[in-house]
């Protein structure tokens, strides 16, 4: 559970560095960075429905449409 608690904050971390990767202009970058997010939103997931905290799942999967927005917006496959 405790390492599940801080993949949510690894990815906030990551997304800041995807808006400056944007802002730079490296798109390459921001899609990798965006993928690095939903690695750690998937396995926070997982971690969390395993032990039965299902609140938190359902939370993560919002992350992971907004997610998914964001990898459109950025063009990313």
């Not at 990815?11 to 997010?37: K, W």
Request: charged content about 40%; hydrophobic content about 35%.
């Amino acid at each position: 559970m405790r390492r599940a608690s801080r993949q949510p904050g690894a990815a906030s971390a990551l997304r800041y560095q995807a808006r400056q990767e944007a802002r730079l202009g490296n798109h390459d970058r921001v899609c990798d960075t965006l993928d690095e997010i939903g690695d750690r939103y998937h396995e926070a997931q997982d971690a969390f429905e395993d032990c039965g905290a299902d609140i938190v799942a359902i939370d993560l999967r919002s992350e992971l449409r907004e997610l998914r927005v964001a990898k459109r917006v950025n063009r990313c496959d």
